[in-house]
């Protein structure tokens, strides 16, 4: 069965500071990924999405950049962190013919 | 318009009650529709998916009206378990594309009490 992992569950960061969030998708080849930022109170915002290994689309222009290495690998990366980039940052995976999308446990970002 | 929409809620019913859900959506070229289902500060996860006019599954009955461009969710025989987070979610039209991608609702909230 196919099983997603997100790490760290919980992370505070100073502004300024770099992030990287890790997202492993285990159990099937060649998914399609997500990286979705939930703020408080507020739904879901696709940020990136990939197809393959370096093929990265970007949603809406922000602070955030992020990679593909491998397969079942999507990293969300920044390098200066601002204050409104706290939030619930989901990662999901999907296999393309049925649209359906299974989401990771998510990080919980406090910019301070 | 937004591509979906939902009644915010929050919907607040007693045990055993039943409870009705509404969602619209703008793309008359949406082929299939979800349900997702998110607790508390937890990952929204797959409650049911909506292919043709409506399915059921077990007190949760799911349906679609196409040329009211209009989705619902009915829940039977309210459980304290299904507090929670209702999302509807509207795969982008197919236009050959296979991304999968998803516009997701603001969410319904559930609390039901005892």
Redesign the interface.
């Known amino acids: 069965s196919q099983t997603i992992h997100q790490w760290p569950a919980t992370l505070v960061q100073p502004v300024g500071s770099p992030l990287s969030l890790e997202c492993t998708v285990e159990g099937t080849s060649n998914p399609?990924l997500y990286w979705y930022r939930q703020a408080a109170g507020?739904?879901?915002q696709?940020l990136f999405?990939s197809?393959g290994i370096g093929q990265i689309s970007s949603e809406v222009p922000q602070n955030l950049s992020a990679s593909r290495p491998q397969d079942r690998q999507f990293i969300l990366s920044s390098k200066k962190l601002l204050l409104s980039d706290s939030g619930?940052y989901?990662c999901a995976w999907?296999?393309?013919?049925?649209?359906?999308?299974?989401?990771?446990?998510?990080t919980?970002l406090t910019v301070l | 318009r937004k591509e979906v929409e939902q009644d915010p809620g929050p919907f607040n019913v007693p045990e055993g009650a039943t409870v009705a859900f509404n969602c619209t959506y703008s793309n008359s070229a949406s082929q299939?529709f979800?349900w997702y289902r998110q607790d508390c500060?937890?990952?929204?996860?797959?409650l049911m998916?909506v292919y043709s006019s409506g399915n059921e599954d077990g007190r949760f009955t799911a349906q679609l009206n196409r040329a009211s461009q209009y989705i619902s969710l009915l829940i039977r025989d309210s459980k304290l378990s299904d507090s929670a987070t209702y999302?509807c979610v509207v795969?982008l039209a197919d236009r050959g594309s296979?991304?999968?991608?998803?516009y997701?609702?603001?969410?319904t909230q559930l609390t039901v009490w005892p």
């Open positions: 399609n507020r739904g879901l696709l999405y197809v619930f989901l999907s296999v393309s013919t049925s649209g359906r999308q299974f989401f990771g446990p998510g919980r | 299939s979800f500060r937890k990952e929204p996860k797959l998916s999302l795969p296979t991304l999968g991608r998803l997701f609702g603001r969410g």
